[in-house]
């Protein structure tokens, strides 16, 4: 009786073991496997903060006044996130944004420039779906790039050197239904400060592919605006849905 017993607390520990480690195939930033299993990122991640491709949910929710942010591009990774799931639900008042988490200031392939503009320096616009705008006549914005039916890029950062930073990318699969009835967004950042110069950053990436999407939520890949000082109103082009 007492081998049987020493046995069954062994098998015991043993599935614990394998549970944890099941549970623990994915990482918030990192991605992974899921293994079937629901998963509620703003409250599963430190401060909701989502990257990388997590593939084989169960259900992607988003409930209502939650915030799924993706952590922002540092240069060589992160700015993006890639779910796979079977169903999704972003709520009234949920939201997944990845705004202003692509490439920062002056970098990405449609960078704005700077440029002379009768006295300071100013930066043109970002661009990536749409080109981004002039600096008040001077200057070209940042070119278009990226593909229109399977956006993946990340958005590029405004010209000058406090230029806004572009929009990150989201990828959402789903295998059935896919409700949006929240927010999902990849906005440009808009110039802050009246005295900048800088150019806005332009919209990044929202590629949802779903066997049904249903509600009435919203979704945007906006270009941020530029700076009004001096007229140069230099926009970002938006982004790609």
Known sequence: ??????????????????????????????GGDHSGADWT?????TSGEVAGTHTNIG??????GQ??????YNGSSYGSVDISATTATIANTGTITANSKGNPAATGIGAGSTVGCGGPACGTGAGYGGAG?????????????????APTDLGSGGGNSDGGAGGGAIRITTTGTLTVSGTISANGTNVSGDYSYAGGGSGGSIYLTAATLAGAGIITANGGNGSTYGGSRSGGGGGRI
């Open 133 to 149: 705008a002039n600096a008040n006549g001077y200057g070209s914005g940042g070119i278009t790039y990226g593909s229109p039916t």
């Open 67 to 72: 915030t799924a942010t993706v952590k922002a």
């Open 1 to 30: 009786m007492k081998k049987f017993l020493f046995v069954l607390l062994i098998s015991t520990f043993y599935f614990l073991i394998s549970a944890s480690a099941a549970s623990a195939a994915y990482t918030c930033l990192g």
């Open 59 to 64: 259900t992607l929710y988003v409930n209502a």
């Open 41 to 45: 990122p703003a409250t599963d991640c």
